[in-house]
């Protein structure tokens, strides 16, 4: 299992624009992939999961990777929240 904390820098939080670019990538890798928030766990690769998570600018979120490629998926997800959010 990988890991990483982010905190959203953007205004908005996570909304439906990088959410559909967080899902989309999250897509691309077989391993399990989660975001953590507020004690919860959210599915990456759903939409509907991502954005009922209601994520503000401000708040750490843990990002979790586990599986076969979940080493690349690490790496793919941080440039896309680091690049979005």
């Given at each position: 299992?990988k890991?990483?904390?982010?905190?959203?820098?953007?205004?908005?939080?996570?909304?439906?624009?990088?959410?559909?670019?967080?899902?989309?990538?999250?897509?691309?890798?077989?391993?399990?992939t989660?975001?953590?928030?507020?004690?919860?766990?959210?599915?990456?690769?759903?939409?509907?999961?991502v954005?009922?998570?209601?994520?503000?600018?401000?708040?750490?979120?843990?990002?979790r990777?586990e599986?076969?490629?979940?080493d690349?998926?690490?790496?793919?997800?941080?440039?896309?929240?680091?690049?979005?959010?």
């Amino acid at each position: 299992m990988k890991e990483f904390t982010y905190t959203i820098k953007d205004p908005e939080g996570i909304h439906a624009r990088p959410a559909g670019q967080v899902v989309a990538k999250a897509k691309e890798f077989e391993c399990h992939t989660t975001l953590w928030a507020d004690g919860n766990e959210y599915d990456l690769k759903k939409l509907l999961s991502v954005m009922g998570a209601n994520v503000a600018k401000g708040d750490t979120v843990v990002i979790r990777t586990e599986g076969a490629d979940e080493d690349k998926a690490e790496v793919a997800l941080k440039k896309v929240f680091e690049d979005n959010l």
